[in-house]
């Protein structure tokens, strides 16, 4: 990633930390979600109005335009069945292209250094925080937006019909709500099929390469301000720790259990967090580059089991996140990245 663009992609990677942070480091405050919704559409209800072509025909037959969706935080809204010109605002654009769908608008700083990016050709930026005159501009019949702010809501919401949209949750849950809204169902149902025949297949073609049952593995990656992270509920963790894939530390387990995305560790008990195979994350900034550096330098690191043995690996942190897109391409990744492909 060149300098000129780094800032953007910092802005992107530092929004994605404190968000999660905000919601899964307080899992306990967070509302609680609605089982009902999933993409088969339990948690809405359609609204029928009188069809044009019907209607002139003076029959009582009508078409259902729109329905009530009811988002994880509470509200309650009327969105189009099949929206047209949708807004997106989030982490996982990734979720749209695996779909089919591209948004008429989307904060492009977002997609820098993705490994969708090449896919973004005529999506219309409506930046990052997003800007509530171009999104108004671009005369959208949906919005779909990944904050927390009511202020934010209610401004969106006198636009066009505005969702909040978690872009935290686990994928399967993700895609099928995503697939819902969009009027999507099916291809997201088709896609996770495939995903997971994909999945199967890799983590066979891994364990026929050499890994071993029960192998543990750790995700790390260095923030600003010297700050090191074990990644848990999100980006290339999310495939690791697949149904057969590596298992976790005890340490990383807690983790897990806490619902949490990361947890910020200490040089001290890097050990404890450390698994059989180690993934570092290289990051954006220039500060958490030297970070990474010094660490990697550093005794305890070169103490490491994973380290004396050769089983760590690097791969560009903007390249790990945890949309549809991105975890079906690490599914190629990943083999290359063990050298085992």
Known sequence: ????????AVLCVLFLM???????????????KNNSSNAAGNNTSATTVPSPETSDK???????????????????????????????????????????????????SMGEGQVFEDQLQGVE??????NLEKTLELQPDLIIYAGTDE???????????????????????????IGGILGKTTEAEAWLAKYKTSED??????KAAGIKEGETASVFTYYPGDRLFVMATTGLSQVLYGENGFKPTPAIQK???????????SMEVLKEYAGDRIFILTPVADEA?????????????????AVKNGYVYTQDIMKTSSDATTREWLLGELPQLLNMK
């Open 1 to 8: 990633m060149n300098k000129v663009r780094q800032p953007f």
């Open 255 to 265: 983790v897990l259990d806490e619902g949490m995305g990361f947890q910020e560790v």
């Open 201 to 206: 297949a890799m983590w066979e073609q891994l």
């Open 151 to 177: 202020a934010d809501f209610e401004q969106l919401s006198k636009i066009a019909p505005t969702i909040i949209f978690d872009t935290f949750a686990p994928l399967n849950e993700r895609m099928l709500d």
């Open 18 to 32: 404190t968000t999660i942070l905000l919601a899964c480091g307080n899992s306990g405050e967070q509302p609680a």
């Open 58 to 108: 003076g029959t009582n037959e009508t078409a259902a335009t729109t329905r009530s969706y009811t988002d994880y935080i509470g509200h309650t809204v009327e969105i189009p069945v099949n929206p047209k010109r949708v807004i997106y605002s989030g982490e996982t654009y990734g979720d749209l292209l695996a779909l089919g769908v591209q948004a008429v608008g989307y904060p492009l």
């Open 289 to 305: 580059k030297q970070s990474t550096a010094t660490l990697l330098k550093s005794p305890i690191w070169k103490g490491l089991p």
């Open 125 to 130: 930026d409506v930046g990052f925080p997003i």
